[in-house]
């Protein structure tokens, strides 16, 4: 049960240095403002999709080496992939929403 907890506290880790990472590199190309706000919601960011970037590695049942390769990538393209999982969780969302027009239930 510790790995899980270790693992999962350098995935956190990997996450905030990869928004660190991405925040500076905004800076430099002046896409981004130099302030502490907008680094935390680097950080924010990166760490959403790192999390996320985790589980579903673990979820695959990635070995450790895999799964902070996809933290870091994930991390990286934090706003991408923020993005996507609402679009996906959207469509999942509407989906049901249609599937349901009329008032019946599932539980039939």
């Not at 923020?82 to 969302?93: D, N």
Request: aromatic share 12%; proline share 1%.
């Amino acid at each position: 049960m510790f790995a899980n907890y270790e693992t999962l506290f350098l995935a956190l880790l990997l996450s905030l240095l990869s928004g660190t990472g991405v925040f500076l590199h905004g800076v430099r190309e002046k896409r981004i403002p130099a302030s502490f706000f907008n680094l935390i919601t680097e950080w924010v960011m990166a760490l959403i999709a790192g999390v996320t970037g985790f589980y579903v590695a673990r979820n695959q049942g990635w070995e450790d080496s895999l799964m902070f390769i996809a933290v870091l990538v994930a991390s990286n393209n934090g706003r991408e992939v923020s993005t996507a999982i609402k679009t996906k969780f959207i469509t999942v969302l509407t989906a049901m929403m249609g599937s349901n027009k009329g008032g019946e239930t599932h539980g039939k």
